[in-house]
Each structure stands twice: as structure tokens, then as C-alpha cells.
């Protein structure tokens, strides 16, 4: 299973960019997809979160900016951003849990993407 993330880049303070992740292999299903976020220096921490029944978790620093879209059809999954802050610079990884069939679930990583905001 590889996870694969676009939509990356530089944007000036109080713009927007979204960010998608495909996912594609030997996938049964898919349970809660999500966006991490890692700035240099700091540990890596939960962005948004999402069911796959659609029911969302944010980051208390994202709520009102970001929202986490999927097509469970399509095994994607977007982040919107809007309102960017020059501390939401990150490199910004792809997180889901796969079911390789009925029993096993394995979580996997995207590669991540860099989001830079300048002010």
C-alpha cells in the first residue's frame, strides 16, 4: 500500500492550499485517514483526523481553518486550508489504516509534502 501526497507549496499568510492524499495497493478498506504535521524541531502531531464514516477531528490551533474531506470510492483524502499562518509551516504527511483484508490492518505514511507560508 503506498500513500501518495500533492498539493504542496509556498503561500503567503492568510491564503489557502489543499492538499490530497491517494492511496493505492492491495487495500480491503480503509478506517480513519488523517493529516500530520511536523515543523523542524518539534514532534510530529495530529492535523485532522477522519472516519471513515466522516466523522472529523481537528487540532484545536486548525479548527475553523482546515477541513479533511475523503471519497471512500476514490481512496483519497484532502485537507483544505484557509487563513494560513506562517506557524502552519510543516512538512505535512498522509496517515491511514488500511485493512489488507477481513483481519489485518497496518497504519501507513505518505511521504510527506512541505507546506511553506510566508508572512
Known amino acids: 500500500v503506498q500513500l501518495v501526497e500533492s498539493g504542496g507549496g509556498l503561500v503567503r499568510a492568510r491564503g489557502s492550499l489543499k492538499l490530497s492524499c491517494a492511496a493505492s495497493g492491495s487495500i480491503f478498506r480503509i478506517n480513519d485517514m488523517g493529516w500530520y504535521r511536523q515543523a523542524p524541531g518539534k514532534q510530529r502531531e495530529l492535523v485532522a483526523q477522519?472516519?471513515?464514516?466522516?466523522?472529523?477531528n481537528y487540532a484545536d490551533s486548525v479548527k475553523g481553518r482546515f477541513t479533511i474531506s475523503r471519497d471512500n470510492g476514490k481512496n483519497t483524502v484532502d485537507l483544505q486550508m484557509i487563513s494560513l499562518k506562517p506557524e502552519d509551516a510543516a512538512v505535512y504527511y498522509c496517515?491511514?489504516?488500511?485493512?489488507?483484508?477481513?483481519?489485518?490492518?497496518?497504519?501507513?505514511w505518505g511521504q510527506g509534502t512541505q507546506v511553506t507560508v510566508s508572512s
Open positions: 477522519i472516519t471513515s464514516g466522516g466523522s472529523t
Open positions: 496517515n491511514a489504516f488500511v485493512q489488507v483484508n477481513r483481519k489485518y490492518e497496518c497504519e501507513y
